[in-house]
Every structure is written in C-alpha cells, then in structure tokens.
C-alpha cells in the first residue's frame, strides 16, 4: 500500500488590512482544513510639520537681497557709439527656489502653471504656507526667444515670486552703464558683449549711504519735529507697520502735503 499524496493549495482574501490563508489537504477518505488569520494595522500617518514663523520674519527672509553670487547682468541697450551699454540685473528660477527653500522650508511652498491666452505665455501661481493656511500669489511670463516654453514657465515663476518680495530690490536699483572695453578683464564676472567686454557692478555699490536703523532715527525725528507725532502714532495713521523706507517715505510724502494745504 502506498503512502497516502497530499494535494495542497492556498487561498487568499484580501481585506483592506487583513488577510487569511487557508491550506487543505486531502488524504485518502479524509480531509482535513487548517486556518491561520493574520491582522496587519493600518501605517500610521505623519502630518507634514508646518513651520511656525512669526509672517514679519518670512516675509524680511525673502525680502532679504540677492549676493553677486546670485545676481547675473545682462545688456538691456548699447549706446550709439558701441563704447558702454546698459545692464539690468536678475536671478535664475534655481536661487528664487533656494530663497523659497530657505525662508519656508520646502514642503511650505509650491508653484503651478497653467497657459495663458494663446500666445504662448504661461501663468504662474506660487503659494505659500504660512502658519497653517495656504496664500497664493500670481504673475504672467512671456515665451523667450530661445526655447520658448522653457523660458516663459521661468519668467512667469520669478514674477510671481516678485510678488513675495523675492527679488523685488532689483527692480529698484538705478539703471546702470558700464564701459565696453576690448581686452578681457580679470575680474571672472566679467561678460562678453557685442565690441568687447563689460565688468558688471557689485551689489555692494548700490547699498544705501545709512544704515537701516539710522535711517528709521532720521525718519522718526522728522516726523516728531514737522508733525508733533511719534512713530506709533504714525504706523496707526499709516495703518501699516512702516518698516521700509518706501513705505516711510510715502507717509513723510503724505503728511508734508496734508500740511501744505
């Protein structure tokens, strides 16, 4: 007489997290069925930390000034005789997304685009998590003339971080000419242009002549002597915090015409 075969077979239902085996083996004349249930739970989720920044201290953080490590030049005109060209300043989409990564952290902030009109340009929307709550500002990029997609996805991205405040100091900077000479300077940031080479500005030239504090001192005893105020008095009639000269300088601007009239 031979040894009884064994015919086995597993069969498994899933559940969303459990399952269960079931083995059977048949003999001859018996059957017998074994069970084993196992129970798996459920993968503990992490919620993504918000970073908890006081909003002044974000927004001075991308406020904050781009280095000539960051700040490339381009030529904006040439004048007539060929001899000094115009430049005008900006920053790749690579330090704008650095400065995001850094001020926010980077599961704080992201960008979408979506096409606008049919010229090829490409809106962009950067949003920002800020204590908890998503904030979203937008801005309008044109297609280069090089690799146009690629182009206008970039400009539309750095102008609405210009709406943070990213880069927005170089829109204020004065317009600024450089001599083209023709024998390749040593400074390494120097470029070549049409007739020769241009050796950009540093940063540094257009920092201003006072401090931030100073300036703030000057400010507040302006306003102390020419309109008996103080400086709380003015963020309250201001009705913001007054913390950049722009924003001084148009409520000195204001209240010097108020008088006046």
């Given at each position: 007489?031979?040894?009884p075969?064994?015919?086995?077979?597993l069969?498994a239902?899933?559940?969303?997290?459990?399952?269960?085996?079931e083995s059977?083996?048949?003999?001859?004349?018996?059957?017998?069925?074994?069970?084993?249930?196992?129970?798996?739970?459920?993968?503990?989720?992490?919620?993504?930390?918000?970073?908890?920044?006081?909003t002044?201290?974000?927004?001075?953080?991308?406020?904050?000034?781009?280095?000539?490590?960051?700040?490339?030049w381009?030529?904006?005109?040439?004048?007539?005789?060929?001899?000094?060209a115009?430049?005008?300043a900006?920053?790749?989409a690579?330090?704008?997304?650095?400065r995001?990564d850094?001020a926010?952290?980077?599961?704080?902030?992201?960008v979408?685009?979506?096409?606008f009109?049919?010229?090829g340009?490409?809106?962009?929307?950067?949003?920002?998590?800020i204590?908890?709550?998503?904030?979203?500002?937008?801005d309008?990029?044109?297609?280069?003339?090089?690799?146009?997609?690629k182009?206008?996805?970039s400009?539309?991205?750095?102008?609405?971080?210009?709406?943070?405040?990213?880069?927005?100091?170089?829109?204020d900077?004065?317009?600024?000419?450089?001599?083209?000479i023709?024998?390749?300077?040593?400074?390494?940031?120097?470029?070549?242009?049409?007739?020769?080479y241009?050796?950009?500005?540093?940063?540094?030239?257009f920092?201003?002549k006072v401090?931030e504090d100073?300036e703030l001192?000057r400010?507040?005893?302006?306003?102390?002597?020419?309109?008996n105020?103080?400086?709380?008095?003015?963020?309250?009639?201001a009705?913001?915090d007054?913390d950049?000269?722009?924003?001084?300088?148009?409520?000195?601007?204001?209240q010097?015409?108020?008088k006046?009239?």
């Amino acid at each position: 007489m031979s040894d009884p075969t064994p015919l086995s077979y597993l069969s498994a239902v899933a559940f969303p997290f459990d399952f269960r085996i079931e083995s059977v083996t048949k003999t001859r004349g018996i059957t017998m069925t074994t069970k084993t249930t196992k129970t798996t739970t459920k993968p503990r989720t992490t919620k993504p930390r918000t970073r908890k920044t006081p909003t002044k201290d974000l927004f001075a953080n991308l406020d904050r000034p781009f280095s000539d490590q960051d700040v490339k030049w381009r030529v904006g005109r040439q004048s007539r005789d060929g001899k000094k060209a115009a430049l005008l300043a900006y920053v790749d989409a690579r330090s704008v997304q650095a400065r995001f990564d850094g001020a926010v952290g980077k599961e704080n902030w992201s960008v979408t685009y979506v096409p606008f009109g049919d010229t090829g340009a490409v809106m962009a929307t950067v949003s920002v998590r800020i204590n908890g709550e998503w904030v979203s500002k937008s801005d309008i990029g044109s297609p280069s003339n090089v690799e146009r997609e690629k182009g206008a996805v970039s400009d539309a991205f750095k102008r609405a971080s210009v709406a943070w405040g990213v880069g927005r100091h170089l829109y204020d900077l004065p317009e600024t000419w450089r001599p083209i000479i023709a024998a390749k300077p040593s400074d390494p940031r120097a470029f070549w242009v049409k007739g020769g080479y241009i050796t950009p500005p540093r940063m540094a030239d257009f920092k201003p002549k006072v401090t931030e504090d100073e300036e703030l001192k000057r400010f507040e005893e302006a306003i102390k002597g020419e309109f008996n105020i103080s400086l709380a008095e003015a963020i309250a009639l201001a009705g913001n915090d007054l913390d950049t000269r722009q924003l001084r300088v148009a409520f000195y601007t204001t209240q010097k015409e108020a008088k006046a009239s």
